[in-house]
């Protein structure tokens, strides 16, 4: 693997390549969007993306956080599309896959900012190109850290990243999607030079070993993006002045003196969250006037962090009194509201889960129109996180990006092990909905999500559980002093390095989301941090077991059935009708289409969906009536439904008989009595009820001869 030079005669333009997979990145600046502090092109395949960077130029007023704000901009002309959308042709908010781009590109470059900065970072990756080969989020990661090395903000090191797959028990690197559709292994890993800052990844029950050695692959294979980065580098980078934060400090630390230990030592967490905000309202009021209270805050958050590790550290002492590698109490529930089609209720400390799943027809499955994809999906998971959840008042406006990411991380790791289409056709849509948080809530979400699909009887392959670990590490020697947590808790993961989620089966991982606040974790805490979250996932496993074992069943009553039938292919325009007008017809005489749902697929499959079964008989009998195909010499009852006449003499010649829902057939006049008749009025009634026997079939006219005298009897 290597990086390597080119450079261009255009005035400024200057292009480097770097080895990437299964070809190569090529990076360029100078040439697009000059009046950005960084701005750098890169190109995989014909996929194309273009970072930007913008350096707020003084700090911003009145904020104790680190003001970076990135932004993906997916762009629908990228891969030659046109929006869908009769109404709307304009990019409008952006979809799920942007916003979870958007945070894979955050998560490993935000530690890498001192956390006293205060200016404000935008990053925007617009994705100009994409051949449907070579995705555009791994790379968006470089992107954004090259356009940043180009501006002033003092970003520490460049980040580089690699995509991982691992397809017939061989890795991949940086695989291209048609690889990852084979693939039993999604991992995204960035890293700096010697450290790992994140893990995004989906497999289908990955062990840990197999997935050490994956990381360890993608950190290896990840370098040559950074070796390029440093022909971006410039040194006059803004600074921080901490000399008056430093003053604070001291003063506060010395006003509190070692009174806070024992308030954080308390081990009820609402009176230990009463004596913090005790003390802190104590500081305020002591320093106001003195300096800001925005400083003051940072300030005391600063020692109450300082504090926590230093006990966890050296102590093993956690807030609430448990070992390191001990779970919170749990309780753990199934089937509490008694009309939806299944429930479950993780509750594990002070977090708590409520997930209800829902069962429907194929027809409810929603439609995806991204820049990457186009088509439908059957399997969702949603995630609510209300304000009431941590105790606080905010206005509840649309998701947003943390519902999102955390809603598609259960999504993922539960993925895997729900059943095909053909064996079990139900759309399948969980909602989570986070009643309390103190830490780890989407893997409550995740656990809550395995209970909710046995409850309702959906036959997953295996059982999901997940668990949330943390990371406290000594500064001086972070990768030779540390301590890892079993299941994080909220005041752990305020003061600790790392939130590190895992989920899966008892036989492997299916999902991992790695996020750091340092400089990035050494292979030896990754390698410890598996192993604990593995013995810490089985544990939950067990209690989750022991209250439901095995998927039910059978299904809620209130759950829709799907009968399945096949019609002609050449059949399927019959029963839809123009315009749909013929199969409307059908919902509405079983009852509406509130209690029944019709899906024909295009090798004739039809799938009636109903949780009345008298409904779902209704539109199979209407269907099976519409599409049967007879044989010569089948004998049927059919109605009368004409007299025929000849068009020019006006003479009776025969009589269309209808043989059930839209079949009909015509018996002619001298097929209707072994003896001679000169009318067929004279023998036959509109509405008569006659059991005639099929003589011929013509396919390409669509007509179906009859005669009654065939059938062995005279219609007198």
Same mark, same amino acid.
């Given at each position: 693997?290597k990086s ?11 292009v ?7 070809g190569?990145?090529v ?12 701005s ?15 350096v707020?130029?003084?700090p ?7 003001? @970076? ?10 891969a ?7 109404f709307?042709?304009?990019?409008? *908010?952006?979809?799920d896959?942007a916003?979870?781009?958007a *945070?894979?590109?955050?998560r490993?470059?935000r ?11 935008q990053?925007?990756i ?10 555009? +989020?791994?790379i ?9 090395t ?5 970003f520490? &090191?460049?980040?580089g990243?690699?995509?991982?797959? &691992? !397809?017939?028990g061989k ?7 048609s ?8 991992l995204?890993?960035a890293?700096?030079t010697d450290?790992?800052m994140?893990?995004e ?9 197999t997935?050490?050695?994956? !990381? ?5 294979g990840?370098? #040559?993006? !950074?070796a ?17 934060a430093?003053i604070? %400090?001291?003063?506060?630390k010395k006003?509190i003196g070692?009174?806070?230990?024992g308030?954080?030592?308390e ?9 913090i905000?005790?003390?802190?309202a ?5 320093f106001?006037?003195s300096?800001?209270?925005t400083d003051l ?6 020692i ?7 006990l966890?550290?050296?102590h093993?002492?956690r #807030?609430d009194?448990?070992?390191l590698?001990?779970?919170r109490?749990?309780?753990?529930e199934?089937g509490? @509201?008694?009309r939806?089609?299944?429930?479950? @209720? ?8 409520l ?8 027809g ?6 991204t @820049?990457e994809?186009?088509?439908t999906?059957?399997?969702m %998971? ?28 259960a999504? *993922? ?6 059943p095909? *289409? ?7 849509r ?16 995740? &656990?809550?999500?395995?209970l909710?699909?046995?409850d309702? =009887? ?9 668990i949330?670990?943390?990371l /406290? ?9 540390y301590k ?9 993961d305020?003061a600790? +390095?790392?939130?590190?989620?895992v ?9 991992i989301?790695?996020?750091?606040k ?6 030896g805490?990754?390698k410890?941090?598996l192993?604990?979250?593995?013995k ?12 439901? =074992?095995e998927p ?7 759950a ?7 019609i002609? !292919?050449d059949k399927?325009? +019959?029963?839809? =009708?123009?315009?749909g007008k013929n ?6 005489d ?23 079964k ?5 539109? /199979?009998?209407?269907i ?8 010569i010499?089948?004998?049927i ?10 068009r ?12 059930? =829902?839209?079949?009909?057939g015509?018996?002619?006049i001298s ?9 067929v009025?004279s023998?036959?009634?509109?509405g ?5 026997k ?22 007198e």
């Amino acid at each position: 693997m290597k990086s390597h030079t080119t450079h261009s005669t255009d005035s400024g333009l200057k292009v480097f390549k770097a080895d990437f997979g299964n070809g190569e990145l090529v990076f360029e600046t100078g040439k697009l969007a000059g009046l950005a502090d960084g701005s750098v092109t890169v190109s995989w395949g014909e996929t194309v993306i273009l970072a930007t960077a913008v350096v707020g130029v003084e700090p911003r007023e009145g904020v104790d956080f680190f003001p @970076l704000m990135v932004d993906y901009e997916e762009r629908l002309y990228a891969a030659g599309k046109i929006s869908g959308s009769r109404f709307i042709k304009r990019e409008g *908010r952006p979809t799920d896959n942007a916003v979870l781009s958007a *945070r894979l590109i955050d998560r490993p470059i935000r530690p890498l900012f001192p956390k006293s900065f205060r200016n404000d970072v935008q990053v925007i990756i617009t994705v100009l190109s994409y051949d449907e080969e070579h995705s555009p +989020d791994t790379i968006a990661i470089v992107a954004a850290s090259a356009a940043l090395t180009q501006t002033i903000a003092p970003f520490e &090191c460049p980040v580089g990243a690699a995509r991982v797959g &691992c !397809i017939d028990g061989k890795m991949v690197l940086n695989p291209t999607e048609s690889q990852l559709d084979v693939s039993t292994l999604d991992l995204v890993v960035a890293g700096t030079t010697d450290t790992v800052m994140m893990i995004e990844a989906g497999a289908k029950e990955i062990p840990e070993a197999t997935m050490i050695e994956a !990381i360890e692959f993608a950190l290896a294979g990840l370098q #040559p993006t !950074i070796a390029v980065q440093k022909n971006f580098a410039r040194t006059d980078m803004l600074t921080t002045d901490a000399s008056e934060a430093d003053i604070i %400090h001291e003063e506060v630390k010395k006003y509190i003196g070692k009174k806070l230990a024992g308030a954080i030592k308390e081990l009820d967490p609402e009176k230990r969250k009463t004596a913090i905000a005790t003390f802190e309202a104590d500081v305020l009021k002591n320093f106001e006037g003195s300096y800001k209270q925005t400083d003051l805050k940072v300030t005391f958050n600063k020692i109450v962090e300082k504090e926590i590790r230093e006990l966890i550290l050296s102590h093993d002492i956690r #807030p609430d009194g448990r070992k390191l590698d001990e779970v919170r109490p749990l309780s753990i529930e199934v089937g509490l @509201l008694p009309r939806t089609h299944g429930s479950g @209720l993780f509750t594990r400390g002070q977090t708590q889960a409520l997930t209800i799943a829902t069962l429907g027809s194929p027809g409810d499955e929603q439609t995806v129109e991204t @820049l990457e994809e186009e088509g439908t999906k059957r399997f969702m %998971h949603h995630y609510n996180f209300p304000p009431f959840s941590t105790g606080e008042v905010k206005p509840m406006r649309s998701v947003g990006r943390r519902e999102i990411g955390h809603g598609a991380l259960a999504e *993922r790791a539960l993925k895997p092990m729900i059943p095909d *289409r053909e064996s079990f056709p139900y759309t399948i849509r969980l909602v989570s909905e986070i009643l309390a948080s103190n830490g780890s809530s989407s893997m409550a979400a995740t &656990c809550g999500s395995t209970l909710a699909l046995m409850d309702a =009887g959906v036959p997953i392959t295996k059982p999901v559980s997940g668990i949330a670990m943390g990371l /406290i590490t000594d500064h001086e020697k972070p990768y030779e002093n540390y301590k890892v947590l079993t299941d994080l808790q909220g005041l752990e993961d305020f003061a600790g +390095d790392m939130d590190f989620k895992v989920a899966g089966t008892k036989d492997g991982i299916t999902a991992i989301q790695l996020d750091t606040k340092i400089k990035g974790l050494s292979m030896g805490i990754i390698k410890d941090t598996l192993a604990a979250a593995l013995k810490g996932r089985l544990f939950i496993m067990e209690q989750m077991l022991s209250v439901i =074992g095995e998927p039910r069943t059978e299904l809620s009553q209130y759950a829709p059935r799907i009968y399945t039938l096949h019609i002609p !292919i050449d059949k399927i325009g +019959d029963v839809i =009708g123009p315009g749909g007008k013929n199969i409307r017809k059908i919902v509405d005489d079983a009852g509406g289409k509130e209690v029944i749902s019709i899906d024909i697929e295009d090798d004739g499959t039809v799938l009636v969906s109903s949780p009345k079964k008298e409904a779902a008989d209704s539109a /199979i009998a209407a269907i099976q009536g519409q599409t049967k195909e007879f044989a010569i010499g089948e004998v049927i009852d059919g109605t009368v439904e004409e007299i025929l006449k000849d068009r020019f003499k006006g003479n009776e010649i025969g009589a269309i008989i209808n043989l059930g =829902g839209k079949n009909t057939g015509m018996v002619h006049i001298s097929e209707i009595s072994q003896d001679r008749i000169e009318t067929v009025s004279s023998v036959l009634k509109v509405g008569d009820k006659v059991k005639v026997k099929v003589v011929t079939i013509d396919k390409e006219r669509g007509r179906v001869g009859l005669s009654i005298k065939q059938n062995g009897n005279n219609h007198e």
